[in-house]
């Protein structure tokens, strides 16, 4: 048996793939199903960034008109709001100004149950979408019944597997939101970070800093704020380790952290030495 091959990919994970996913211009943007995390400042430009992902981006056709997202459940913490996301390009989608448990943790085992009848008849799942923006976070952690995990806790461990729901978190800060459990924060697969306090950015890069000390990638963020207007820092979970997983914008790649830098520099000596030994074992006289 060749170990190379042994670890095979299970058959619940072998899904029917969207091939409107493939005709999507944008395909800088994060992967789907995705779980979201939009961070920003009021004025930042987060909600400009989310109209953007859902109008320009995850869109196909001639026109580019058409959503790939078939359903949307949209709240929204003002009603200011609500013409704008009535224009979104998703056919089937309902605007909310309040979150109630019960009948969310409804709708997510109705739509759970749906997914499922698809995959059995070998269609690929609908792709559907929870945006919450700027939205009470506090109602978001009460639980549908006596014992059981709140609704969105369910949504972040859960939804990408069986709902295929990509969930966007719109908010002015980090913990003191719906993603205050460490749980639902684990599963967070991608942030874009627009200008916010620097004590807010400061909790950011204590979790999420990864290959930078945190006054390092504050560095780098306090000059990619200051280099345009409503620029952004976006991490992606699925990216490679200290590779390009922090970038200015979703495409250019924050430089290396000063650690791998010093890194890579001893690994260059490392070469140079070795060489230098050789060249000197050559100039020794035969005895």
Known sequence: MDEKNFVEV???????????????????????????????????????????????????????????????????????????????????????????????????????????????????????????????????????????????????????????????????????????SPAVRANITTIILYKMPINEVRKIAEEYAEQYDVDEFIGHYDRAMARRPYNFLVWDRRRPMNADRWTEGFTTPLPPSKKLTEMQKLIGRRASVSSSEGENESDKEPQ
């Not at 992902?53 to 009603?79: P, R, W």
């Not at 919450?132 to 995990?149: E, I, N, P, T, W």
């Open 10 to 180: 299970m058959p619940a994970e072998k899904k029917p793939k969207d091939p409107r996913m493939e005709k999507m211009d944008a395909q800088f943007l994060p992967v789907l199903p995705a779980t979201i995390l939009i961070l920003g400042q009021c004025g930042s430009g987060k909600s400009s960034a989310l109209w953007s992902m859902m109008t320009k981006g995850y869109v196909t056709g001639k026109t580019k008109k058409k959503s790939i997202f078939d359903e949307a459940l949209i709240y929204i913490g003002t009603l200011d709001a609500k013409s704008s996301f009535e224009k979104m390009p998703i056919e089937n989608k309902l605007i909310l100004t309040e979150f109630e448990p019960v009948s969310f943790d409804e709708y997510q085992t109705d739509l759970k149950n749906h997914q499922l009848e698809r995959l059995e008849k070998g269609k690929p799942m609908m792709n559907t979408a929870i945006i919450f923006d700027d939205f009470a976070g506090a109602s978001l952690m009460r639980k549908a019944k006596v014992g059981g995990a709140p609704p969105i806790e369910k949504l972040c461990l859960t939804s990408r597997h069986e709902s295929n729901c990509t969930l966007f978190y719109l908010t002015q800060f980090y913990k003191n939101t719906g993603f205050t």
